[in-house]
């Protein structure tokens, strides 16, 4: 089955600066991978998404960018806000099946003001 | 904007009771899903649920655990007999179609004593 690692475990960045939290999965079959953000007590909630046909994705101060060929891919956060700290969480999918949401292990992310 | 939402959002249970965790999917969803964290762990996947059976399942859904959509709306996850280890947060999840994002309730927190 699908395994995903995620790194780092922890991150704190100074407000304003970028964040950068990374992926590596193994199913080549897994052509899906969104991220989600989970504050404290509260549900992931999708932030960002992209799929293989795809290198690069921005929305805002988000990006995320994948490599099929090494199996990589990232979240780029810029112009941190204190607002952004948070546990962040990439997931990767099939499209094969029941599309089930394999998950890393999360970036507990820190902003400093 | 349309969410799925848990019942209830905290549950305390002795051990070796039975517990229901209610879910209302996104109305015109089509594929269900359960997911559990234990506390400061990663989302890890339970089982999907689709035209009214289980599609897949996680070495942890044993036979303790069962599903069920028994009307049009709600979606429940039953645990037989509970253990102290089944104490986490479980993620009712729903997406439309193929190939679109899993939208995720607000949990439900299940403490076991």
């Known amino acids: 089955g699908e395994n995903v690692e995620q790194h780092p475990s922890t991150l704190s960045v100074q407000e304003g600066d970028s964040a950068v939290i990374k992926c590596t999965y193994s199913?080549?079959?897994?052509?899906?991978f969104p991220w989600y953000k989970q504050e404290l007590g509260k549900r992931p909630q999708l932030i960002i998404d992209i799929r293989s046909n795809v290198g690069e994705k921005k929305d805002q101060r988000i990006a995320v960018t994948l490599n099929k060929t090494a199996k990589h891919f990232s979240l780029h956060i810029t112009e941190t806000q204190p607002e952004d700290s948070a546990v962040y969480f990439c997931a990767a999918r099939s499209n094969f099946g029941n599309e089930k949401l394999t998950f890393g292990t999360g970036t507990r992310l820190t902003i400093i003001p | 904007e349309p969410e799925v939402t848990q019942t209830p959002s905290h549950q305390v249970t002795q051990m070796g009771q039975e517990v229901i965790l209610r879910c209302v999917p996104i109305s015109n969803h089509l594929y269900f899903y359960w997911y559990r964290q234990i506390l400061g762990q990663k989302v890890e996947f339970l089982v999907s649920?689709?035209?009214?059976?289980?599609?897949?399942k996680s070495e942890i859904f044993d036979d303790q655990f069962s599903v069920e959509r028994p009307d049009g709306s709600n979606f429940t996850l039953k645990i037989r007999s509970t253990k102290l280890e089944d104490s986490a947060m479980y993620f009712c999840?729903?997406?439309?179609?193929?190939?679109?994002?899993?939208?995720f309730g607000d949990g439900t927190r299940l403490s076991i004593l």
């Open positions: 199913d080549s079959a897994s052509n899906y």
């Open positions: 649920f689709y035209n009214n059976e289980i599609s897949e």
């Open positions: 999840a729903s997406r439309v179609e193929s190939n679109q994002p899993q939208h």
